[in-house]
């Protein structure tokens, strides 16, 4: 069974901090790492994706994956109240068109005014 | 980010009644579709995979008589969800995935669509 773990949370952090979200995952072959943010009753929407091992960033987030531990984790700097909203990690092992992503249940991080 | 468009938004139904959701992707050829069912304070479950001309390919546990996956496209594929209950209730996600997409994995979403069934 390949799992996509997401064991903290929920997350609360005061406006301007860093918030930092964690996801470990199972299947050692996977290959592509993606975080989806979810507002409340709205579909995901991809902010990164990550695919070798090291940091990447974009804006105020920075992805960071080591394949030994099987980790990765998003960390947002200078978190705003907009922020707000659950993030999904999800994992893909192999590429293809029918490759399936596989989800974590999400961490719901609050952004304090 | 390319645009995928899921309609109906919202759908209220009684039960026994049979229901259709359309999920289009409107700026790229979409090789595969895949379709979510999201429950309250849970994540995302893959239901189906589906290929344009093809059978879909359903998970563990979905039943395919119930959840009717139709991909007549590049650019369309619809779920019907027939005889519908109450606890057919859910979030259903579409999400699609392009030429040129396929080596990176990366899935685009449409908006969703919530489904009551009373």
Known sequence: QKEVEQNSGPLSVPEGAIASLNCTYSDRVSQSFFWYRQYSGKSPELIMSI????DKEDGRFTAQLNKASQYV????????????????????????????????????????? | ???????????????????????????????????????????????????EGSKATYEQGVEKDKFLINHASLTLSTL??????????SFYICSARGWGLANTGELFFGEGSRLTVL
């Open chain 1, 51 to 54: 695919y070798s091992n090291g």
């Open chain 1, 73 to 113: 984790s998003l960390l947002i700097r200078d978190s705003q109240p907009s922020d707000s909203a659950t993030y999904l990690c999800a994992v893909i092992a192999s590429t293809g068109a029918n490759s399936k992503l596989t989800f974590g249940k999400g961490i719901t991080l609050s952004v304090r005014p």
């Open chain 2, 1 to 51: 980010g390319a645009v995928v468009s899921q309609h109906p938004s919202r759908v209220i139904c009684k039960s026994g009644t049979s229901v259709k959701i359309e999920c289009r992707s409107l700026d790229f050829q979409a090789t595969t579709m895949f379709w979510y069912r999201q429950f309250p304070k849970k994540s995302l479950m893959l239901m189906a995979t589906s290929n």
């Open chain 2, 80 to 89: 019907t969800v027939t005889s519908a209950h109450p606890e057919d209730s």
